[in-house]
């Protein structure tokens, strides 16, 4: 089946318990396995990783990104200032999703600056963790091959 990647980064897999007003209470095991059924329904492999370290998530998406059709990425907040994180999406040519669960750009001001933006193709901002379902939905509609194309 073709391959997914799920990357979570820095403080979420707190989610659930972090600031549930900001974030929801579904926790990350929750919400992977609702993601990973979502894939599996559609013919996807989904490999899902968090790490609250940069190098690590890095690491991951040198990996595998050969492998799969696509990345949909939270890079907590990596995503306002991690350009190696940048590169990496960039270095891989994966077709990549941000997500971030709240609206980052109606919060705090450092906040709104996103260095991964012009590596993704599509962003889900401010949508809760339905954000990570339209991600994937998304991604799965741009992977599967024209019709008739076997």
């Known amino acids: ?3 997914i990647l799920l990357v979570n980064g820095p403080n ?3 989610l659930g318990k972090r600031s549930p007003e900001i974030y929801g209470s579904t ?4 919400l992977v396995a609702q993601l990973v059924e979502a894939a599996g329904a559609a013919g996807y492999d989904l490999l899902p990783f968090q790490s609250n370290h940069e190098g690590k998530i890095i ?3 040198h ?3 050969g492998s799969a059709v696509g990345l949909i990425i939270n890079p907590g907040a990596l995503g306002h200032y ?3 994180l940048r590169d990496a999406i960039e270095a891989v040519g994966i077709t990549a999703v941000e997500v971030h669960i709240s609206d980052v750009h109606a919060r705090e001001e450092f ?3 996103l ?4 590596m993704c193709a599509k962003q889900f901002i401010g949508m809760g963790v339905t954000g990570y379902h339209s991600a994937l939905r998304w991604l799965i509609d741009r992977a599967r091959p024209p019709v008739g194309d076997h």
């Open 1 to 3: 089946m073709p391959k």
């Open 12 to 14: 979420l897999n707190l």
């Open 27 to 30: 926790s990350l095991d929750q």
């Open 59 to 61: 690491d991951f998406i």
């Open 63 to 65: 990996r595998e990104a």
């Open 82 to 84: 991690s350009y190696a």
């Open 111 to 113: 906040r709104h600056k």
């Open 115 to 118: 260095v991964l933006a012009d």
